[in-house]
Each structure stands twice: as C-alpha cells, then as structure tokens.
C-alpha cells in the first residue's frame, strides 16, 4: 500500500493531494497540467514537497514533518518515462544490465529471460536504442525498471509520445505486466480508453486535489470526474471469450449474456476486460426486434443523473455489470425512465473498439 498526502506550491500552481494506492495499477488520471507527474515526481524523491508524508508498506520515504527524505535510489523505485531515456552508447541488453547492477543483492529479483519473454524484446538484445521503434524503446525501458528489483514501478504518461500504431502494440506487454508481476503500480494518464484497459483503481486529479478515487468501475463511470465530462463516461464490464465464429465475430460470455465483438484476439476461455461508452448504447423499454445490433442486454434502472444540458445519463444494473446510457432528457421523459424500471440495453458490435478491449 503506497499512502501519499503532499502539499506545494509553485508560483502558479499548487497541490494538495491525498490517496492511498493499494496493490495493482493505481491510475493517477486527469488531463494535462492538472499535476499528476508533479505528484509521481514527489514520490520517486525527484520533488520535494513543502509538507508530506510518503510511505510504502509501512516505510517511511518522506515526512517533512520529522525531516525524513530518502534520496531517490534509496526508494527502490523504478520510473519509467514518457521517453525511453535508454542510454545511446548501451544496445538493449546493456540498458537492461544496467537495471539490475543497482538491484540489492538480496532483494527479490525477476528473472532477466522471463522479463525479455514476457516484454517480446528477446530479437533487440543487441540493437542500439538508435535502430529501435518508440514502443521499442519503451518495452527494453520497463524492462529496464523491472530488473532494478523495484518495490513499486512509477510511469509517467508511458505512451503519450507514440502514436496509435505503437500504443497499441505496447498496451498488451503493459496489461502482462499488471498481470503477471507482482509489483504494484502508479500509471499517470489522461487517456480514457488507456486506464480502463489497465488500472484496477483510479485517483483523479484536476487542478492539482484529487477530485475522487477508488476502483476503476466506479470512477471511470462518472461523467463528473472525467475531463471531458459525459462525453467520456462509459462502463467496464468484465467478459469470457466463449469462441469465435467463422464470420469475423467473437462470441463473449458476461454473467451468463452472450456478447458479440469484432474478433478479439484472445483464445477461448480467457477472460477480458470491456470498456463500452455511454452514448453508444440505446435504451429501450422492451425487448426490440428487427434490429441490426446483436448485444442486447436487459436491465433495471439504477438511477438517472441530469445535468445542464440536454442530455442525461442513465445507469442500468444488467446480469454483465453495470451499463452507463448517454440519452436526451426528451428520450428519457418519453420512456418514462426513473429507478426501478425494467428497459433493454442495445450496443452495436462494431461500436467496441479494439483499443477499447483488453
């Protein structure tokens, strides 16, 4: 558990932020200048707060209060940047080996061949950062983190600088490494789409306080923490892939409801995690018919938020989780729509992005 409060002031910003990070990936998201990298820089000691404590499992790393600052490597954690910051001079394997000279000896290490497996690097060993891709760079740069024998992993906005092609090359290597190493992790990102495939928890950040924090289900789903609002408010549901069928589409099984998606490259029986946006799902009060779109999900309604505009946002309790609807207050007057009601979810197959399935 990483527990973090720090205040500063800068000439024209400050900070004031409170969380706690439990085990898993801790995404700190918010969009840009709302100080989420001051925050991470302040817990790898590469800010010093004017007040703060900073602990992790229970050890001390920063209290201004009893003048306790652990220097940077003193931390054990390992940063990865929103660039590589791979050493020119070094090819992959020497950046690697520099990760681990600075591992204590005694700390619990990972395996140098599991972590070149595991991050698909093993054919860029012997290449010089110069002959590599951007997302190149940046998998030989978590391994890098990995081998220091970090106790918790810092990435500040590691995909910001690639474009679509290579964020989605990384973002698999990035969910192995939520899965299958049991080192926690404070992931910075402005991306919607990004810290729904990723974070088992989200602190939001604007204007440098934390605004709201806790499981990724439940932050992600309110339009009022989101930076652009409801625009990006959508629910996460959690799927089985069941099997794929001969015309391109994947059969997914969420709480017992067939799904259908674009084909999703995972074999049958893995399980995945579904972000489906709000203003692409339609409500209906009985079951539709004749309809092109195959996922229909029935429900109850949970609750029916207004805002200022002419839109509102429906929240459904439906056997695969919960559904956030982005409808017009004329819909939902004319549905009759308030808790309690019994209503059909309808979501298109090809309205799930890939980047959108993880």
Same mark, same amino acid.
């Given at each position: 558990m990483l527990e973090v409060s720090v205040q500063h002031r800068f000439s024209d910003f400050s900070i004031n932020a409170d969380f706690k990070a439990p085990h898993g990936v801790t995404a700190l998201f918010g969009r840009s200048g709302s100080g989420k990298t001051s925050i991470v820089n302040a817990v790898a000691g590469l800010l010093m707060p004017d007040e703060g404590r900073i602990s992790l499992d229970d050890d001390l790393l920063l209290d201004t209060s009893r003048k306790i600052r652990l220097r940077p490597h003193r931390r054990r954690l390992g940063y990865i940047f929103q660039e590589g910051r791979l050493f020119p001079h070094l090819s992959a394997r020497g950046n690697l080996a520099y990760g681990s000279y600075f591992a204590p000896r005694n700390a619990p290490r990972e395996n140098f061949d599991r972590v070149v497996e595991m991050l698909g690097i093993g054919q860029l060993l012997d290449r010089k950062p110069g002959a590599l891709s951007g997302g190149e760079k940046q998998r030989v740069a978590i391994g890098r983190a990995l081998l220091s024998a970090p106790r918790m992993i810092l990435a500040d906005e590691p995909l910001a600088a690639l474009d679509e092609?290579?964020?989605?090359?990384?973002?698999?290597?990035?969910?192995?490494?939520?899965?299958?190493?049991?080192?926690?992790i404070l992931y910075v990102s402005h991306s919607v789409s990004e810290v729904a495939r990723l974070a088992t928890s989200v602190v939001a950040i604007e204007n440098g306080k934390v605004t709201s924090h806790g499981p990724a289900v439940d932050v992600l789903g309110d339009p009022a923490v989101l930076p652009a609002g409801a625009r990006e408010a959508g629910a996460l549901l959690t799927a089985r892939?069941?099997? +794929? +069928?001969?015309? &391109?589409?994947?059969?997914?099984?969420? &709480? &017992?409801?067939?799904?259908?998606?674009?084909?999703v490259p995972r074999n049958p029986g893995s399980e995945i995690r579904i972000r489906v946006a709000a203003h692409d799902v339609i409500i209906s009060r009985n079951r539709p018919e004749g309809l092109s779109a195959l996922n229909i999900l029935p429900g109850i309604v949970q609750e029916v938020r207004s805002g200022d505009g002419p839109g509102v946002m429906i929240a459904l309790d439906t056997k695969a989780g919960r559904i956030l609807a982005r409808i017009t207050r004329r819909s939902a007057q004319t549905l009759e729509l308030s808790p309690g009601v019994h209503v059909h979810a309808v979501i298109k197959t090809v309205s799930v992005a890939p980047h959108d399935v993880g």
């Open positions: 092609a290579r964020k989605a090359e990384i973002l698999p290597y990035l969910e192995r490494l939520r899965d299958e190493v049991s080192i926690p892939v069941e099997t +794929h +069928h001969e015309d &391109g589409i994947s059969e997914l099984n969420a &709480g &017992g409801i067939p799904l259908f998606l674009p084909r």
